[in-house]
């Protein structure tokens, strides 16, 4: 049995084949956001950390000389556009 081996884009139109690159760039395009959010929001939670802990110490530390205190953690929202 055969199989076909050519894909329906190389026998498609040159409107069928601009809509799949249009359809494609967006897809490509929409991932790079999502990356882009992802990424910047683990850079920004490590720097919240870093600074915390400068600042507090070690969570469940004990120590008479921290400049401040950890008083819990919430979730809220981030602006992105």
């Known amino acids: 049995m055969k199989t076909s081996t ?4 190389a026998l ?3 409107a069928e084949l601009t809509a799949a690159v249009e359809e494609a760039r967006d897809a490509v395009g929409a991932s790079f956001e999502r990356f882009c959010l992802v990424a910047g929001l683990a850079s920004l939670t490590q720097m919240l950390e870093e600074d915390a ?3 507090a110490g070690a969570p469940h530390a004990r120590s008479a000389d921290k400049q401040g205190y ?3 953690r919430t979730r809220g929202p981030v602006g992105f556009h």
């Open 6 to 9: 050519t894909s329906p884009l």
């Open 70 to 72: 950890r008083w819990g």
């Open 12 to 14: 498609a139109s040159k």
């Open 53 to 55: 802990t400068a600042l």
